[in-house]
């Protein structure tokens, strides 16, 4: 069964034909999420306009079913190499507990300052064995 999420709560309408996340075989796909509040408006500072991307992404993943704790995968897309450090020191706000898998790329893309996307699972993550290698 697949499962489409339009919207969630405090989201801006999105800006095209997609779905902020799909449901599909027990995970979450989300759409990249950019700096908008739900009144469209970005926050001037970048460590913010990085809360406002990942507080999006939380709002999705929680519509969804899931949670930013069960986030297994993350990419996130930077406009500029001098971003990676502020939005590691938020992203580490988000993900203090559960370090997600994540790839970090420097990009141009329209006039916003970064995009996050992320894979999560639905339910509880089984717990690891072996510990850490």
């Given at each position: ?26 995970f979450v796909f989300t759409t990249g999420q950019v700096p908008f509040g739900a009144d469209g408006v970005t926050p001037e500072a ?21 949670g930013i704790d069960r986030v297994v995968k993350v990419n996130a897309y930077l406009t500029a190499p001098e971003q990676r450090e ?48």
């Open positions: 069964m697949i499962r489409h999420i339009e919207t969630a709560p405090g989201l801006a309408p999105s800006i095209g034909p997609y779905s902020q996340a799909v449901v599909a075989n027990g970048f460590e913010d306009q990085v809360r406002t991307c990942l507080a999006n992404l939380r709002s999705v993943l929680d519509e969804a079913g899931s502020p939005f590691n020191r938020v992203y580490a706000e988000f993900f203090s507990e559960a370090k997600p898998a994540r790839t970090t790329v420097c990009v141009s893309i329209w006039d916003i300052s970064l995009e996050v996307e992320c894979v999560a699972v639905l339910g509880d993550l089984p717990e690891a064995k072996g510990g850490a290698a």
